[in-house]
């Protein structure tokens, strides 16, 4: 039986056996890994350039290129929708960021996500696709966050062309145009690039193959990243989108594609399976099923504004919301039924604090916290007067929501639902 899988001796020397297995189930970066699943995260709408065959504006639910998505989620939704993909998808191995703007130009986001995506799956390969241009100001970040496959879209090596291809580049505060934008751009690109490649990172360069204006110089291009540490090129026919420069570019046929990749391919490794797909692509690279999530977040907020839902308490006189969690000795639930509360019993627990105003992270307390959310875990929401940040991102990470307040039971529970379902 043949194999497509990457051979050892394919791999830069620096790369560590862990990048090596998750290259070779990386369906993007090991044609023989088709049968696994990647999930974009579309958690970066912004973007710090403006490519000529860019446009982000569609919302369009059947048109698949990148760039386009039909939702945008902040890393906490990155995360719920990943919980609910990872159950039906079987063989999902790569979580990747690829828009619809920049992975970079979005970096907060772009590292909330992964962070939090990771807590809960540390299994998974992380990919970033990138234009580059902060690539020397993130590289570090990308290596520390341990990011393993990075993409960076590398058009052109010469300003005079970028200047063709790139309408703006706003770098550090400044808008850039022509070929000095360009310059700076390409320079970032190629360091930026450098340094991953140099700490380990499997680095593949994408290239939009733009007719007239690049085609004759990728071969440049490729060499170049080669030498830079580059492990593949990804040579990309232009799609002329609607609304954009190049919107009225020739298309480049598919004998003109493969015949560059294969001139290409005496230099460098080439991707031959690529789809150019969506910001919010799932599933395998044949079979995109991002239509059956799109109403993941919809859902998931629904649900959170459920008819029923039970809700912990933490008071000292049994009518008000008057007591910190930290002081709680026990906890009176309650249960919220379309718009009704009723007691359902008292819990007791062990408290949390020993009386200091703020809560704290010291070893003891951890034992303690674990238990509380054992005892109320079947509630979806705590209500105290005050809360300290370790328990309520503990509670939090098993899907119970805090709300800290002072009012009667009654009222609080009646506001803090209606407040969750908003
Ligand atoms: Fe996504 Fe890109 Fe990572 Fe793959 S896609 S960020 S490397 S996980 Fe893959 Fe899609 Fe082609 Fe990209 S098929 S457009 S190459
Ligand atoms: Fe669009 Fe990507 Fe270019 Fe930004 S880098 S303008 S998102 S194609």
Same mark, same amino acid.
């Given at each position: 039986?043949?194999?497509?899988?990457?051979?050892?001796?394919?791999?830069?020397?620096?790369?560590?056996?862990?990048?090596?297995?998750?290259?070779?189930?990386?369906?993007?970066?090991?044609?023989?890994?088709?049968?696994?699943?990647?999930?974009?995260?579309?958690?970066?709408?912004?973007?710090?350039?403006?490519?000529?065959?860019?446009?982000?504006? %569609?919302?369009?639910?059947? @048109?698949?290129?990148?760039?386009?998505?039909?939702?945008?989620? =902040?890393?906490?939704?990155?995360?719920?929708?990943?919980?609910?993909?990872?159950?039906?998808?079987?063989?999902?191995?790569?979580?990747?960021?690829?828009?619809?703007?920049?992975?970079?130009?979005?970096?907060?986001?772009?590292?909330?996500?992964?962070?939090?995506?990771?807590?809960?799956?540390?299994?998974?390969? %992380?990919?970033?696709?990138?234009?580059?241009?902060?690539?020397?100001?993130?590289?570090?970040?990308?290596?520390?966050?341990?990011?393993?496959?990075? =993409?960076? =879209?590398?058009?052109?090596?010469?300003?005079?062309?970028?200047?063709?291809?790139?309408?703006?580049?706003?770098?550090?505060? =400044?808008?850039?145009?022509?070929?000095?934008?360009?310059?700076?751009?390409?320079?970032?690109?190629?360091?930026?690039?450098?340094?991953?490649?140099?700490?380990?990172?499997?680095?593949?360069?994408?290239?939009?193959?733009?007719?007239?204006?690049?085609?004759?110089?990728?071969?440049?291009?490729?060499?170049?990243? +080669?030498?830079?540490?580059?492990?593949?090129?990804?040579?990309?026919?232009?799609?002329?989108?609607?609304?954009?420069?190049?919107?009225?570019?020739?298309?480049? #046929?598919?004998?003109?594609?493969?015949?560059?990749?294969?001139?290409?391919?005496?230099?460098?490794?080439?991707?031959?399976?690529?789809?150019?797909?969506?910001?919010?692509?799932?599933?395998?690279?044949?079979?995109?099923? #991002?239509? @059956? %999530?799109?109403?993941?977040? +919809?859902?998931?907020?629904?649900?959170?504004?459920?008819?029923?839902?039970?809700?912990?308490?933490?008071?000292?006189?049994?009518?008000?919301?008057?007591?910190?969690?930290?002081?709680?000795?026990? %906890?009176?639930?309650?249960?919220?039924?379309?718009? +009704?509360? !009723?007691?359902?019993?008292?819990?007791?627990?062990?408290?949390?604090?020993?009386?200091?105003?703020?809560?704290?992270?010291? !070893?003891?307390?951890?034992?303690?916290?674990?238990?509380?959310?054992?005892?109320?875990?079947?509630?979806?929401?705590?209500?105290?007067?005050?809360?300290?940040?370790?328990?309520?991102?503990?509670?939090? +990470?098993?899907?119970? @929501?805090?709300?800290?307040?002072?009012?009667?039971?009654?009222?609080?529970?009646?506001?803090?639902? @209606?407040?969750?379902?908003?």
């Amino acid at each position: 039986m043949s194999c497509n899988c990457i051979g050892n001796s394919e791999f830069p020397e620096n790369i560590s056996e862990e990048t090596k297995a998750k290259t070779q189930t990386h369906p993007c970066y090991s044609a023989g890994a088709h049968d696994n699943a990647r999930m974009h995260i579309p958690v970066a709408p912004m973007c710090n350039i403006s490519c000529n065959y860019c446009n982000r504006k %569609f919302d369009c639910l059947h @048109e698949s290129r990148p760039g386009v998505t039909s939702e945008v989620l =902040t890393p906490q939704e990155a995360l719920e929708k990943f919980e609910v993909v990872s159950e039906k998808i079987d063989n999902l191995k790569v979580v990747g960021i690829a828009g619809p703007g920049d992975a970079l130009a979005n970096w907060e986001s772009t590292k909330k996500s992964i962070e939090l995506i990771r807590e809960k799956d540390p299994t998974v390969t %992380f990919c970033l696709s990138t234009n580059g241009l902060m690539l020397p100001e993130y590289a570090d970040e990308i290596v520390k966050l341990g990011v393993h496959h990075v =993409t960076v =879209t590398i058009n052109t090596i010469d300003p005079e062309i970028g200047a063709k291809i790139y309408a703006h580049v706003l770098y550090k505060g =400044t808008r850039y145009t022509g070929v000095e934008g360009a310059k700076i751009l390409l320079e970032n690109q190629l360091k930026g690039l450098e340094m991953l490649t140099k700490q380990g990172v499997m680095c593949k360069v994408n290239i939009v193959m733009v007719k007239g204006v690049n085609e004759d110089t990728i071969p440049d291009v490729v060499k170049i990243v +080669k030498e830079l540490g580059a492990f593949m090129t990804n040579i990309m026919p232009l799609i002329p989108a609607e609304g954009t420069v190049f919107q009225n570019m020739k298309l480049v #046929s598919n004998v003109e594609l493969t015949a560059m990749r294969k001139k290409c391919s005496i230099d460098l490794k080439q991707m031959y399976h690529c789809k150019q797909c969506r910001a919010d692509a799932i599933g395998k690279l044949e079979q995109d099923r #991002s239509y @059956e %999530f799109r109403n993941v977040i +919809k859902d998931i907020k629904l649900e959170k504004t459920a008819k029923k839902i039970k809700v912990a308490v933490a008071s000292k006189t049994g009518d008000l919301i008057d007591l910190h969690f930290g002081h709680a000795k026990n %906890f009176l639930v309650y249960q919220y039924d379309s718009g +009704k509360v !009723e007691f359902l019993e008292k819990r007791d627990i062990e408290n949390y604090c020993s009386g200091k105003e703020e809560c704290g992270i010291e !070893e003891d307390k951890i034992d303690k916290i674990d238990k509380i959310i054992d005892a109320i875990k079947d509630c979806g929401l705590v209500l105290s007067m005050r809360i300290g940040e370790e328990p309520k991102r503990k509670l939090l +990470k098993n899907n119970i @929501e805090t709300v800290e307040m002072y009012d009667s039971i009654e009222n609080g529970i009646l506001s803090a639902v @209606e407040g969750l379902a908003e």
